[in-house]
């Protein structure tokens, strides 16, 4: 293992907020002098404030159980260092079986992580492990004047020393790739002490040794819980991974004499339990790979790796890969999300150089790629410093807005290259589209020549198509065009029937950002606004000049028809009003206004009860020219009067499944009686 690696390939150490005397911290380095000696020497670090392990383990790391990916990552570095060494003929040696192992040892409290690597000589391990992690700070300062003190992680070799998060004494056993390289074994305890002494080692590369004494850390010291870390964090690095063995069911292999008697008849040989080495890593993922030699299917198979729970098909994916002006390569997956509790499964992973860093990306990444699944890989985010760092990153920003760019090209693309295939797509497609707009104003911008409305016949039109499509007939008299819109094709049927009676389009928004974007698009298109088929009367929907039936009753009439509604209904909840329709048009109907039910929409769905969430409130609209309502001003009968107001009140809010409970099983009854 080649600890003393450079800057470019220490980023691998996700740090947490620093502590605000990180500097005092640091200025213990400056104390640090390591008295150099023989090749097998003791040396004892002075230090006159503080420690440097206190420093590491208090405040480098936010996760314990990062020294894994640490200590494997270098691994892998210092493996490919040689393979690079070697292809260019300036390493002469066989490269060999290049696994990298990991051992457990539970009787001594041992955890082994084993390369075939560079390896190190005993000048190396002075300069890698000792001066560069000890190194002063007028060193630390001359090279990074002005830079945050956070910076130093990757530079400074220390992701070696997140073992001693867990280790009370850490070894390195390492023998150099060099010809008669000598062998040599550092130890170190924790304490300004170590030790440094030539030993007899067969092969090249590096074994660290971690020797773990606390009752509390044992937990790592189990294979198990390694295997689940290196699933985590190393399965898809680019040198093979080896953790213990495994039991697989395998067929035995033909006898030379089956062979000969092949056309004999013998029962098939039963699968036999064999224990294999258990290999973590798939060493070139996909995303590695040149996407003109992958399919679909290999595609959709690793979509299945990642995500082992997901049982549908994606429904495409975005292959990427950039060099300039930064690095990035990943595959991104559009799900089917069939409600709020898939938006919290399966989050993309953000690997580095092929190694799992997080797939915590809020405020990294735009937000709308918190709905897709994936992969994205980049040696160029600096996970070296903390999320705020990240986030005011100019590498960061510049890949995020890539992404973005990136997902609103192919989606144009499969628009204008098959329309009717993406039509099909897009009822499951909008939400990602909806999100991504409502979150990012420039996302807007690059999809709304291609944003679909779907009205309640199943056709799609592009935002512009639609409006000029229902301009003519849905204009208000202030020249606003009100598209009409259904959250239920079924539920508010009754609704969509008038429209369309009078020649109105209706368009269908059932999603849960529905709500959100339509508020958004109110704001973006100019004298365009939405209107629900249900938020009032057809007539008051889309407001003409004064055209409206002359009422056919006159004013005592119609008040005294509306105080008959009132005594049947909760004032708290219904405001009846009567109004002039037609004689075709529904006796009695329920609506709600516009602005309170799109609000009460938007809290439900970002979780909050605030003031609209609180109470509903509808109104009820009585049509004074109907039959009925002369037949209820005519009726002396009070309780006759009283059974068919309640009934006409009951049927309204039934169509708008607002009569539950005891209500409806009184109207039922009450049904039954009348019959």
């Known amino acids: 293992m080649n600890i003393g690696s450079s800057a470019h390939e220490h980023r691998f150490v996700r740090q947490p907020s620093w502590p605000p005397n990180f500097g005092t911290l640091f200025a213990a380095l400056t104390a640090v002098k390591l008295k ?9 670090i002075n230090v006159q404030t503080e420690n440097i392990f206190p420093v590491i383990k208090k405040f480098l790391y936010s996760d314990h159980e990062i020294f894994l990916r640490e200590l494997i990552s270098n691994a892998v570095d210092a493996t490919q260092k040689l393979k690079t060494l070697v292809s260019l003929g300036k390493a002469d040696c066989e490269l060999g079986d290049l696994t990298i192992e990991v051992k457990v040892n ?22 890698y492990i000792n001066q560069i992690a000890f190194s002063g700070a007028e060193d630390f300062l001359a090279k990074y004047k002005g830079n945050d003190a956070t910076s130093i992680i990757g530079h400074f070799g ?83 991974i080896r953790c213990g063995m495994k039991t697989e069911w395998r067929k035995p292999e033909p006898k030379p004499e089956d062979a000969e008697n092949k056309d004999d008849k013998k029962e098939e040989p039963k699968e036999e339990a064999v224990q294999v080495p258990r290999i973590i890593n798939d060493t070139d993922p996909i995303w590695q790979k040149q996407p003109s030699t992958l399919s679909d299917e290999d595609y959709n198979k690793f979509y299945h790796e990642l995500y082992p729970m997901s049982f549908e098909e994606p429904m495409f994916h975005i292959h990427l890969n950039v060099d300039y002006p930064f690095n990035l390569t990943g595959v991104l997956y559009f799900p089917k999300i069939k409600n709020q509790l898939d938006l919290k499964k399966n ?130 008299k202030n020249g606003n065009i009100v598209m009409l819109y259904a959250a239920n094709a079924d539920d508010q049927h009754v609704y969509i029937a008038s429209a369309k009676e009078k020649g109105y389009d209706v368009l269908l928004m059932t999603g849960f950002l529905d709500a959100h974007f339509i ?9 365009v606004r939405f209107t629900r088929v249900d938020a009032n009367v057809v ?96 009726e002396k009968d009070e309780a006759k009067r009283t059974q068919l107001v309640q009934q006409m009140v009951d049927l309204a809010m039934l169509s708008q499944n607002i009569l539950t409970g005891e209500k409806l099983s009184e109207f039922v009854k009450r049904s039954y009686e009348m019959l």
């Open 36 to 44: 150099k000696q023989s090749i097998m020497q003791t040396g004892k």
């Open 106 to 127: 539970k009787d001594d409290k041992t955890i082994h992580v084993i390369d075939r690597g560079i390896g190190m000589t005993a000048e190396e391990v002075d300069r």
């Open 158 to 240: 220390l992701g070696f020393y997140s073992s001693f998060m867990v280790a009370d004494r850490v070894d390195i056993l390492t023998k150099s790739y060099q010809k008669d390289a000598q062998a040599v074994k550092w130890s170190c305890d924790g304490s300004p002490d170590f030790t440094l002494e030539e030993i007899d080692k067969a092969d090249r590369g590096t074994e660290i040794v971690l020797h773990v004494e606390d009752d509390d850390l044992q937990e790592f010291v189990n294979e198990d819980k390694l295997v689940e870390l290196l699933n985590k964090y190393c399965r898809f690095l680019p040198v093979p």
């Open 347 to 476: 989050r993309v992973q953000l690997y580095c150089n092929q190694v799992f860093i997080t797939d915590e990306l809020e405020g990294i990444v735009p937000d709308f790629m918190n709905l897709l699944h994936g992969v994205i890989d980049s040696p160029d985010i600096p996970l070296n410093v903390s999320r705020s760092y990240l986030q005011s990153d100019n590498n960061v920003k510049k890949i995020s807005t890539y992404i973005s760019k990136k997902v609103a090209e192919k989606l144009e693309q499969m628009f204008k290259e098959n329309r009717e295939e993406f039509e099909k797509k897009w009822d499951d497609l909008s939400i990602f589209l909806q999100y991504g707009s409502l979150t990012d104003e420039k996302f807007y911008d690059k999809i709304k020549d291609f944003y679909l409305l779907k009205n309640t016949e199943g056709k799609y039109f592009t935002i512009e198509e639609y409006r000029n499509m229902v301009s003519a007939l849905q204009t208000d």
């Open 519 to 527: 508020n958004m698009l109110e704001q973006k298109l100019e004298k």
């Open 539 to 634: 007539d008051k929907l889309i407001e003409k000049e004064d055209n409206a039936p002359v009422s056919k009753l006159s004013e005592d009439q119609q008040k005294q028809l509306k105080e008959f509604f009132e005594k049947q209904v909760n004032a708290q909840m219904f405001t009846p009003e009567v109004v002039s329709l037609s004689e075709t048009d529904l006796p009695v109907m329920v609506t709600q206004n516009e602005f309170m039910r799109r609000f009460k929409d938007m809290e439900k769905v970002s979780g909050q009860q605030g003031f609209y969430g609180g109470f509903d409130h509808y109104n009820l609209v009585i049509n004074g020219n109907h039959p009925l309502a002369s037949r209820i001003l005519d």
